[in-house]
C-alpha cells in the first residue's frame, strides 16, 4: 500500500463526534461518538497502527444518548466527556422534550489490558462507560459542547449550554464538578452558543465562542467580553480554531461555505478568507505543529487540506513571531525583496459520501490526521510526502 493512501473503516452506526487523544500521546488513538435512536450508542476508540497501515478498535458502550460532542482529557487517556440527546418522556406526549446533557466519563479499567479474546470481541460484548460526574446544566439549558483546559490538568473545564458560558472545576478524581464561574451572552432574541475553543496563549485565560453569525472573546478571568466580530460569516458560524503558534489568530467556519481567518486584535476584516467548499463547513482544524496546515470539512463530502503559509509563523519558510510580523517587512533584512510563500489548497480528500462532520489532526503524529462523515465512515489519512519534506527541509 502507498505511503499516501488512505484507510478507511466503517462504525456501522451513523456518527458526528470525534476527538484525537490528547493525553500520552505515545499512540495514534481518535474517539468517535456514535448516534443512533435504535441501539445503545458507542464510543469507538480507533488506534492506528502507522507501520502496518491498520486500523485496531475498541467499543465501549454510552448508554446515556445520542452523541453531539466528545473531548479527551489532556492528563488522562481513559478520561473525556461528551454531550449527548436525552429523551424525557411525560404522560402527556406533548411535553415529552429532548434535552442536550453533558457529562465526564472513565473507560473501564480492564478495557485495555488485553482481556478481549480477539479483537473484535469488544464490539460484541463491550463494555460501560463508568459515569463520573454530570456537568449539570439544567438550570442553564441544552448543552452544545464541553471544552477541556488546553495543556492542562484536568482539572478544568467550559461547558457552553443555551447562551451561557459555565466554567467548572473537576475535583476528587473528576467525581465532582463545581461551576467557579459563569458568563451569559446578553441580546434579543433567543441567543445561543453553537461552539467554542478554548485559546491556548495567554496563560489559557481566553475563550472564543460562535453564536449565529458572531464569534466573541472572552477573559476567563473576569468572564467579561474583549472582543465582537458581528457578522463574522454571512450565515451561522460552526466551527472555531486558534493558532497554536501565533497567539492573536482565529480560524472561523460556517454555513456561508466560507473558511475565514482572523487577527482578533483587529477585526473590522478577515485577514484571509477560503472559498473552496460547496456547501455548509463544519470544522476546520490547524494543525499542531506546522500552522501553515489547515484541515476543513464540510457538508459538500469533502474534506479539503490548504497550505495557509503567508498568514503563518513561516511566512518566508522559517520562524516570525507576531511582533516581527506586525512590525513590516522593512525590519527584516534578510527578507527583503523576498516575497511570503503563496496559499494553495494542498489536496482535498473525496473518500466520504456523506456529511463530513468533523476533522482532527493526530496528537501523536503531525503529519495524521482523521476524518468523520455522518454515515459512519472514518478515514484516515497523511499530509502528502511531497509537502512534509519540502517544510522540513
Known sequence: MEDDAPVIYGLEFQA????????????????VGTQSLKFDNQIHIIDFDDENNIINKNVLLHQAGEIWHIGASPADKAVLTTCYNKSEFSLYPSDSRVVSCAAVWRMPSDWETGSHESPDDSAHNPQTLELLCHL????????????????????????LADNHALL??????????????????????????????????HNCSQLATANDTA????????????????NAHGQLVRDLDFNPNRQYYLASCGD?????????????????????????????????SHDQLVLTASSDSRLIL???????????????????????????????GKEPLTDSVVSTYEEHEDSVYAAEWS????????????????VINRVPRALKYRILL
Open 136 to 159: 449539570d446544566n439544567s438550570a442553564h439549558g441544552n448543552a452544545a459542547c464541553v471544552l477541556w483546559e488546553p495543556m492542562g490538568d484536568g482539572k478544568r473545564v467550559i461547558s
Open 363 to 378: 496528537s501523536a503524529d503531525p503529519w495524521l490526521f482523521a476524518s468523520l462523515s455522518y454515515d459512519g465512515r472514518l
Open 215 to 230: 464569534i466573541r472573546g472572552w477573559d476567563l478571568r473576569t468572564m467579561s467580553q474583549i472582543y465582537c466580530i458581528e
Open 16 to 31: 458526528r463526534a470525534l476527538t484525537a487523544q490528547t493525553a500520552e500521546t505515545d499512540a495514534i488513538r481518535f474517539l
Open 256 to 288: 456561508d461555505c466560507k473558511v475565514k481567518f482572523w487577527d482578533v486584535r483587529n477585526v473590522q476584516e478577515p485577514v484571509k478568507t477560503l472559498e473552496e467548499h460547496s456547501h455548509w463547513v463544519w470544522s476546520v482544524r490547524y494543525n499542531h
Open 168 to 201: 467548572w472545576d473537576l475535583q476528587e478524581s473528576s467525581t465532582q464538578a463545581t461551576v467557579s464561574s459563569t458568563a451569559t451572552l446578553e441580546g434579543k432574541g433567543q441567543l445561543k452558543f453553537t461552539s467554542g475553543k478554548w485559546s491556548p496563549h
Open 306 to 336: 490548504s497550505n495557509m503559509v503567508s498568514i503563518s509563523s513561516e511566512p518566508f519558510g522559517h520562524l516570525v513571531d507576531d511582533e516581527e510580523l506586525s512590525e513590516g517587512e522593512d525590519n527584516h533584512q534578510e527578507d527583503k
